[in-house]
């Protein structure tokens, strides 16, 4: 072999060689993400169960949570940080509260370790839409009017 054959073989290995490690460098990260993106990790984590029971107060069915007060806790508090302020008619709450917790006699009162029966979500047992029988509205007529004493008002801005 000739020198200039020698030369350009070893050249052609060379360009061979630089376009395997560019192939290597530039596609070999791609290829490492892609196969990240299709692994895939499941944890699983036990809780601790939350015991929750329906109950039937008065005319209404109750979703509710045992919880057991620690210390620093108090009752308004409680309703805040299980959202129940804001969704429930506060005077509603308070009752259903009360019938569920007869221990409770001072709502402002409660203990580290004592368990209290929380409500979560009231519902009417009776639908909402079912509506008691209205009596007839009672008709006047216009002769019944005449000896009203009435007077005429101008409406005026402002």
């Known amino acids: 072999m000739t020198l200039k054959t020698t030369l350009s073989v070893l050249k052609g290995i060379i360009d061979c060689l630089c376009a395997f490690l560019l192939v290597l460098f530039c596609f ?35 979703l509710t949570r045992e919880y057991v007060v620690e210390e620093g806790d108090w009752l308004w508090k409680i309703l805040r940080e299980q959202d129940l302020l804001k969704r429930h008619n506060l005077s509603e709450l308070l009752s259903v509260l009360k019938k569920m917790n007869r221990s409770l006699r001072d709502l402002n009162l409660i203990q580290p370790g004592e368990k209290i029966i929380i409500p979560l979500k009231i ?34 801005p402002g």
């Open 28 to 62: 070999g990260p791609l290829q490492a993400q892609e196969e990240e993106k299709e692994t895939y990790s499941i944890s699983l984590v036990k809780t601790a169960g939350i015991e929750k029971n329906i109950r039937e107060i008065d005319d209404k069915k109750v």
């Open 123 to 156: 519902v009417p047992l009776a639908s909402p839409f079912v509506h008691e029988a209205r009596q007839p509205e009672k008709k006047t007529r216009v002769t019944e009017l005449k000896d009203m004493n009435l007077e005429n008002y101008t409406v005026k």
